[in-house]
């Protein structure tokens, strides 16, 4: 069946550092959606990529489709406090969503 | 309002009780969903309900028994658990691709 793999596990930044994760389906994607996960909370909706390279950008998060509809990325510049979380890609598969591990982001101060 | 909402938030129960989670959502989404999460993992689907029918069950043990009386609300009706059921159980829903997920159960099986 599809898989999402999704790299780092774990970032730890310093304050001020950019954060990129990435995230790799072994089959095309019709889209590819991305949500956050504070600690102790529940998965929230951040964006949705369709195209085939698209890039989309929320203030200081860039998001990526590659052109191939396998593969996409979220990069967070000068990452704050408040972006701690857990960052999940998912994408359709045997189900309606299929989540990748996540990578946790923890920023130091 | 653009909210899931679940009760309770947190439950505790023995093996041998029965109780139910609730869900809720006012924003005419016609897909709802349960998932589970374990520490630190990403959320599982468990269910999925279109238009006020069952449409996937990925294989979910009989003592997790799900409900949809109508279109706002979904329940998922627990007995006899075991211990390793013990996590987080989110409810979404959905327009589109988008799923909205409520805060949760966290859920403890002694």
């Known amino acids: 069946g599809q898989q999402v793999m999704q790299i780092p596990q774990y970032q730890h930044v310093q304050e001020g550092e950019d954060f990129t994760t990435y995230c790799n389906s072994s089959?095309?994607?019709?889209?590819i959606q991305w949500y956050k996960q504070r600690p102790g909370g529940h998965p929230v909706f951040l964006i949705q990529?369709?195209?085939?390279?698209e890039v989309k950008k929320q203030k200081r998060l860039t998001f990526q489709f590659g052109e191939a509809k396998k593969n996409s990325s979220l990069h967070i510049t000068a990452t704050q406090t408040t972006d701690v979380g857990t960052y999940f890609c998912?994408?359709?598969?045997?189900?309606?969503?299929?989540f990748g591990k996540g990578t946790r982001l923890s920023v130091i101060a | 309002d653009t909210e899931v909402t679940q009760t309770p938030k947190h439950l505790v129960m023995g093996m041998t009780n029965k109780k139910s989670l609730k869900c809720e959502q006012h924003?005419?989404?016609?897909?709802m969903y349960w998932y589970k999460q374990k520490a630190k993992k990403p959320p599982e689907l468990m269910f999925v309900?279109?238009?006020?029918?069952?449409?996937i069950n990925e294989s979910v043990p009989s003592r997790f028994s799900p409900e949809c009386p109508n279109s706002s609300l979904l329940n998922l009706h627990l007995h006899a658990l075991q211990p390793e059921d013990s996590a987080l159980y989110l409810c979404?829903?959905?327009?589109?691709?988008?799923?909205?997920f409520g805060p949760g159960t966290r859920l403890t099986v002694l």
């Open positions: 990529l369709v195209k085939s390279g």
């Open positions: 998912a994408g359709p598969g045997n189900t309606p969503l299929v």
């Open positions: 309900y279109s238009y006020e029918k069952l449409s």
């Open positions: 979404a829903s959905s327009r589109g691709n988008e799923q909205f």
């Open positions: 089959t095309t994607l019709s889209n």
């Open positions: 924003m005419g989404h016609r897909a």
